[in-house]
């Protein structure tokens, strides 16, 4: 917000200097992010006086001026304007000036005559909006001084926080002011000279809603004349940010950058039958705003209406039809306080955010309403020669009752750090407006947070004061609020800097420190980690949902219920909560092959969302997507896609990892989203036969693939729930001491259908290894001649240990042909 001084100090005195003003507000929390040095800019820009004006010897449209600057010989200059005359006081810029925009301005010659500099408008000062005349000073301007001196102004820039609405307008950072020089605030004049009938028999109100709109006040203004501003207005308000456009609408802008509250204009005549309706928008309604774009209304839209239709769009932008032209003669005020919520979803839904609507946003004051619109009426009045109907026409003039918060002296000390007795807290807490009461008798309940759920603690009469919160200060509702003024307004610098003197607290582990090990352990496997919107489009839901909630690890929730819809999303695309990770992870994958990549091994850690009743319900999960090209090549190793077998032996690191035991495999063939009969359930036991992880993963299914624009290769998912992802901690290594004796290795292939799961055989080779057999890894797949087509080779390690001796190798054979004949009852071919 652009805040004059000159205009902020005709509210609160203000005796320090811009760069000190700007260091204390910055203090109080309304951070100063620049001082503008308004006027800075004119170089050689003086006062001066018109002795004679003249026609231009050879140019019908051109005028030869006789100006006094004070000293020396008067200058001729030659100017287009036609709205000035002789004994006038101008801006004139001096050969060598410079004006805003760095437009230099020399001595010239203008159709045979010497020009010795310009007369300067308001407009190419940036001093006033006009720019088709000479700016007109006033008579008692002092000659020759320089135009900066007086006309220059201090523009402080501040930063106004969204929890202090009531801070947007001059003299809510008066307020502020007062607050560290003790100055007392003085309001703007309101009263009016009021003639004619009265307002209650020229307009009408009607609200549909009351919650929507709390408070209405109209005021009658007739008989204006619609013309600029004063001058000095339009500098304020340009100094402000504000364009001028007329007296009346600069008058309502004006008084919503003074006090804060945003007043609408309409033409009266532009009103049917002097009936105002705030209401809904109705289906098919359309309006022409003020922008001149014919807009749809949406069904909650908020409306300023009359019998005939729509005028404006509540606290947001106004219509065309009912605008304030030159022909306007009456006009109506509105002044009025709307549900913020309502205004601020209207606002983004139009894209309209103005002014105005960045006020009503915040929430206003129930008084402003009476206050706004008599101080509208009078400027009106004043600067468009209005006559101010009797009355206003009010729909709730009753102001509501100021809250309360109660609060612990000892509890300000206590966390501030600071010794402040409570009178001293009493007379910091009243520089900001509030008043302060004892207790009544008995227990006090203290409330100390707000919210949904709202905290209350009861505390004794006699260590609690009462603070009365005056109600232009909607952001302060429980006890820290109040200990927050006193900090601020006491001064953040003035408080000592003290280290805590409670007790370290013991050692706590990170509850997200299995989480973080996953990361890590799988970063280290050479996978990238995403993180992706848990706001997804129903097309996510529709085409990649599993068919059923993958199982829970011990400990975890599983995943339920219905998918939760947001209800006021941002784009289509962010409609719904997710439920699964695979569809995001897909995103992920189609942007990198749309980018030209050709290898894509990712993971992400992330939750589900569902509805279980009038509950809600979250679970984590693990998500990993392999595609494209998945080994590095080699002499001795050509580039291949990835496939099932790499998700598993990714889903083995973790389980070794994570102290569990070897994975075993389920295959599947009903999920719909997976490559039928290249789909698997996934379970990780610890040694008590817990669950410590569970999961599915396979091929994603070549149509699903198509629809995401994923080509060249098949695309391998998995997801999987893990003890402790939610919270837990990594299990403590264990050191086992090495064997003094020797293991032996054997391999072993087998040759065996392409559908023939490979865990089958795993399997069977453990039950049939005997007690010796201490690990079965598979190392080597092959596909290919000799093997017919649909067979495939399955080469599988073995390891063989005795804690006792060293094995012989008449009790490894032994082993291994149990093994072999065990492969071939169960349908394999031992390749030799």
Same mark, same amino acid.
């Given at each position: ?32 992010? !620049? ?51 002789? $004994? ?12 805003? /925009? ?36 006033? !008579? ?5 001084? &320089? ?31 007062? +607050? ?79 006090? /804060? ?21 109705? &289906? ?138 409570? &009178? ?13 009461? #004892? ?11 707000? /919210? ?38 006491? $001064? ?15 050692? %706590? ?22 993180? #992706? ?21 011990? $400990? ?6 219905? &998918? ?26 189609? #942007? ?13 850690? /992330? ?29 001795? %190793? ?16 973790? +389980? ?39 999961? %599915? ?16 290769? !098949? ?72 093997? +017919? ?15 006792? %001796? ?27």
């Amino acid at each position: 917000m652009r805040v004059p001084l000159s205009w902020l100090r005709e509210y609160v005195d203000v005796d320090l200097s811009p760069e000190a003003l700007a260091e204390r507000l910055t203090l109080l929390g309304m951070e100063v992010k !620049s001082i503008e040095r308004r006027g800075a800019e004119w170089q050689n820009v003086v006062v001066g006086e018109l002795l004679s004006v003249d026609r231009h010897p050879r140019a019908d449209r051109l005028s030869l001026t006789r100006v006094s600057v004070g000293g020396g010989e008067p200058l001729e200059v030659v100017c287009g304007a036609t709205n000035i005359a002789a $004994g006038q006081r101008v801006p004139v810029a001096l050969p060598g000036a410079v004006l805003p /925009g760095d437009r230099r301005i020399e001595r010239t010659e203008k159709m045979g005559v010497v020009s010795n500099g310009m007369l300067c408008s308001g407009d190419e000062l940036r001093l006033t909006g006009d720019a088709d005349g000479i700016l007109i000073l006033p !008579s008692d301007t002092p000659l020759g001084v &320089p135009l900066g001196d007086l006309f220059g102004d201090v523009v402080l820039d501040v930063d106004v926080k969204p929890n202090r609405g009531d801070a947007l307008s001059i003299v809510g950072l008066a307020r502020e002011v007062a +607050a560290v020089t003790e100055a007392v605030v003085r309001w703007p004049d309101a009263a009016l000279t009021e003639a004619g009938p009265p307002t209650v028999d020229r307009l009408r109100v009607d609200i549909e809603d009351p919650s929507l709109c709390p408070r209405f006040v109209g005021r009658w203004v007739a008989g204006v004349r619609v013309g600029p501003s004063p001058d000095r207005v339009q500098m304020r308000l340009l100094a402000a940010g504000i364009r001028p456009i007329s007296n009346v609408v600069d008058a309502s802008n004006y008084v919503m950058m003074e006090l /804060g509250k945003p007043i609408h204009t309409f033409d009266a005549a532009a009103i049917h039958d002097g009936r105002i309706v705030v209401r809904l928008a109705r &289906p098919g309604e359309r309006l022409t705003t003020l922008d001149h774009v014919e807009r749809e209304l949406h069904a909650e839209t908020l409306l300023i209406a009359d019998p005939a239709g729509p005028l404006a769009i509540a606290g947001v932008m106004g219509g065309a039809a009912s605008e304030v032209s030159d022909a306007t003669r009456d006009v109506v005020v509105e002044s009025a306080i709307f549900d913020p919520i309502s205004i601020r979803r209207t606002a983004f839904r139009y894209g309209l955010r103005s002014e105005a609507s960045l006020r009503f946003e915040k929430g206003q004051e129930h008084r402003l309403a009476r206050i706004g619109a008599d101080r509208t009426a009078k400027l009106l009045a004043d600067w468009a020669g209005g006559a101010v109907a009797p009355g206003a026409l009010d729909t709730n003039p009753v102001d509501p009752e100021p809250g309360r918060v109660a609060f612990r002296p000892a509890r300000v000390n206590l966390l501030l750090g600071t010794s402040l007795s409570a &009178p001293e807290q009493r007379a910091l807490l009243e520089r900001v407006g509030m008043e302060i009461e #004892t207790a009544p008798p008995g227990d006090v309940a203290v409330q100390v947070s707000a /919210g949904e759920r709202p905290l209350t603690v009861v505390a004794a009469a006699a260590e609690t004061l009462v603070a009365v919160v005056p109600t232009w200060r909607r952001d302060i509702a429980i006890e820290a609020d109040i200990i927050e003024e006193v900090a601020r307004v006491r $001064g953040y610098e003035l408080i000592p800097a003290t280290l805590p003197s409670t007790p370290v607290p013991a050692f %706590r582990s990170s509850p997200v420190e299995l989480r973080d090990g996953v990361r890590g352990a799988l970063v280290g496997a050479g996978l990238a980690e995403v993180v #992706t919107h848990a706001l997804v489009s129903p097309r996510h839901l529709e085409r990649a949902s599993w068919a059923r909630p993958i199982t829970a690890a011990d $400990g975890e929730t599983a995943a339920a219920g219905t &998918p939760i819809s947001v209800t006021n999303p941002l784009s289509a695309d962010h409609a719904i909560l997710r439920q699964s990770l695979v569809a995001d992870l897909l995103d992920v994958v189609s #942007t990198n092959a749309r980018r030209g990549r050709t290898d894509v091994a990712i993971f992400e850690v /992330g939750r589900g969302y569902g509805r279980v009743g009038e509950a809600t319900q979250e679970w984590w999960r693990l998500g990993i997507a392999l595609w494209g090209a998945f080994e590095i090549p080699a002499w001795n %190793r050509p580039v291949r896609d990835a496939d099932l077998d790499d998700a598993k032996g990714v889903i083995e690191l973790l +389980a070794r990892y994570l102290g569990l035991g070897a994975p075993t495999y389920t295959g599947i063939a009903d999920e719909p989203i997976l490559h039928p009969g290249r789909a698997a359930e996934a379970v990780a036991r610890d040694d008590q036969g817990g669950t410590g992880l569970t999961g %599915r993963l396979g091929e994603l299914h070549p149509g699903l693939a198509e629809a995401w624009e994923i080509r060249g290769g !098949s695309v391998v998912v998995a997801e999987l729930s893990i003890r402790g992802l939610t919270t837990g901690a990594l299990p403590i290594p264990r050191a086992v001491a090495p064997s003094r004796y020797p293991d032996v290795e054997r391999d072993v292939a087998v040759v065996v259908d392409e559908a023939r799961p490979s865990g089958d055989l795993a399997a069977v080779i453990r039950t049939r290894g005997g007690p010796l057999l201490q690990d079965v890894r598979l190392f080597d797949v092959y596909r290919g001649a000799p093997l +017919a087509d649909g067979a495939r080779s399955l080469a599988f390690r073995l390891r063989f240990a005795a804690e006792d %001796r060293t094995l012989a190798e008449a009790e490894i054979e032994a082993a291994m042909a149990d093994v072999m004949n065990a492969l071939q009852e169960a349908g394999g071919r031992i390749r030799g």
